[in-house]
């Protein structure tokens, strides 16, 4: 498996502003991924994080909203720009170790926008 | 595009029982990967078990086994000796072989909720 640590865990956001969520892996990692969980759904692909270059995003998603960034094999960020309370929902890292198949998650960032 | 479908919105099983949840998709690969996740209510999504799309056998984890039927498109989970914590989201996911050209990352069922009776 993999650590991943994903911060914050949780923040309550005014509309208008925005918001960075780091995700950092104990390991290098092939694959690093954003989903949302809006309530009580599933899980969407926003986009993979690409080291050393832009982001691909998935079909509804565009980086003006989630500018992303992974400058290492460790490391990623997601912002979510001038929120609205539509982008209320659970962020989640998840990342592929090389070798592997599977994906693994971090704990998600609940976010509320009011 | 791949669709996943779990047909069963929730579930409720006594505890020690067997149960077996549901999880179509459509695809037209023939080499692929399936997962089911668990996630309770912490959030933190966990995998439960994969299966190969290659591999006719199908594969088991402990009380965890899966119905992997690959001409009919189904991946049924089977929970046997239900526990307490067993109780959570379950979802089906869906993953093609690695690209790096984007279409890596997993689709999602909507997730079933399995209850467990004491």
């Known amino acids: 498996s993999a650590v991943i640590s994903q911060k914050p865990s949780r923040d309550i956001c005014q509309r208008g502003t925005s918001l960075t969520i780091q995700c950092q892996v104990d390991?290098?990692?092939?694959?690093m991924f954003w989903y949302r969980q809006q309530p009580g759904q599933s899980l969407t692909l926003i986009a993979t994080?690409?080291?050393?270059?832009?982001?691909?995003?998935e079909s509804g998603f565009v980086i003006d909203k989630f500018p992303i960034s992974r400058p290492n094999l460790t490391f990623s960020t997601l912002t979510v720009s001038n929120m609205s309370p539509e982008d209320s929902s659970i962020y989640l890292c998840?990342?592929?170790?090389?070798?592997?198949?599977?994906?693994?998650f971090g704990q998600g960032t609940r976010l509320t926008v009011v | 595009a791949q669709t996943v479908t779990q047909s069963q919105p929730e579930m409720s099983v006594q505890e020690a029982e067997t149960v077996t949840l549901s999880c179509t998709y459509d695809?037209?690969?023939?080499?692929?990967?399936l997962f089911w996740y668990k996630q309770p209510p912490s959030r933190q999504m966990i995998l439960v078990i994969r299966?190969?799309?290659?591999?006719?056998q199908n594969a088991t984890e402990n009380r965890f086994s899966v119905n992997f039927q690959k001409a009919a498109k189904s991946f049924s989970l089977k929970i046997s000796d239900s526990q307490l914590g067993d109780a959570a989201m379950y979802f089906c996911?869906?993953?093609?072989?690695?690209?790096?050209?984007?279409?890596?990352?997993?689709?999602f069922g909507k997730g079933t909720h399995l209850i467990i009776q004491p």
């Open positions: 390991s290098q990692v092939t694959m």
């Open positions: 695809t037209s690969e023939s080499d692929y990967y």
């Open positions: 994080a690409n080291q050393g270059s832009e982001a691909t995003y």
């Open positions: 998840s990342v592929v170790r090389p070798m592997n198949t599977e994906a693994f």
């Open positions: 299966q190969e799309a290659y591999k006719q």
């Open positions: 996911a869906y993953r093609s072989p690695y690209s790096g050209g984007g279409a890596d990352g997993l689709t």
